[in-house]
């Protein structure tokens, strides 16, 4: 079965269902993960949604801030949807279920972690370190050869030095700070997780997937950070077939900060674990 799965941290739904329609009109994923949906289930446009073809909606979300939401086509029915919270706060960071082929998707927003990298001092960015530590530790004890997990989403952590535009004035900087490198390595290490865009662009290539607000032109400036992330287990990445960063959609008029991650695969099949 092949698919195509689109990830986009929004920045708001509501406030960008017509940019939205436009990235589902170019790209055509069969799944579509959003981050940062900003509303709550209640108001979520689900009709608007429907419209735009997705049969299968499975959302978590809160008054104004945060919230996930997985949509799919018909073809794509959706199963076992589960909602997690981290770190005993209800903010709507995690949500995951089953596609076919025996794929198991999560979709994740990790918290930011404002603007000082101290957690003795800030506890935004302390959240942020033991949510990143708590998910690494359930995902290390879930791991199992034969898992065909595929974990996406807006991770505000840009590892590598080529995922940032430079990486000396930002190592100060939150979103890549060593604590927080390290944080995602051993995270990143705890299912032996593949990273689907650098299966496809080489780590000595600089990719972005954000790009801030208050640059007047920020594709001429280019100041840019990967935090949007797609990984597979090595059981699914067997299936991988292409990954790239759809860099247009920033380019929208009063877009998201964040450009879409594109995924393609073929999906074979294969033993998924029990949670």
């Not at 800030?122 to 974990?151: C, I, P, Q, S, Y």
């Amino acid at each position: 079965m092949q698919l195509r799965i689109v990830s986009w941290n929004i920045n708001s739904v509501r406030a960008r269902l017509a940019l939205l329609a436009r990235v589902v009109d170019e790209l055509a994923p069969d799944v579509l993960c959003l981050q940062e949906t900003k509303v709550h289930d209640e108001q979520f446009p689900r009709q608007a949604l429907h419209d735009m073809g997705f049969e299968h909606l499975a959302i978590f979300g809160q008054k104004s801030y945060h919230g996930v939401a997985i949509c799919s086509t018909a073809r794509v029915p959706l199963s076992k949807v589960t909602r997690r919270e981290w770190c005993e706060i209800a903010d709507a960071r995690h949500l995951y279920c089953r596609l076919p082929g025996n794929l198991e998707l999560h979709n994740f927003y990790v918290p930011a972690g404002g603007d000082l990298p101290d957690p003795a001092v800030n506890d935004k960015f302390a959240h942020k370190l033991r949510f990143m530590r708590e998910v690494t530790d359930w995902f290390r004890r879930r791991k199992r050869r034969g898992n065909r997990f595929m974990l996406l989403g807006d991770l505000n952590v840009a590892p590598l030095e080529t995922d940032v535009w430079d990486h000396k004035k930002l190592l100060k900087v939150v979103s890549h700070t060593p604590v927080e490198v390290e944080h995602m390595d051993r995270w990143y290490a705890s299912h032996d997780w593949v990273d689907a865009v650098r299966r496809f662009i080489p780590a000595e290539e600089r990719v972005y997937t954000w790009w801030s607000y208050r640059a007047a032109d920020w594709k001429k400036v280019d100041k840019g950070r990967r935090l949007d992330h797609v990984w597979t287990t090595p059981a699914l990445s067997e299936d991988l077939r292409a990954a790239w960063v759809y860099k247009p959609a920033r380019g929208y008029e009063k877009t998201s900060d964040h450009a879409p991650v594109v995924v393609d695969l073929d999906c074979r099949g294969g033993g998924l674990t029990e949670s």
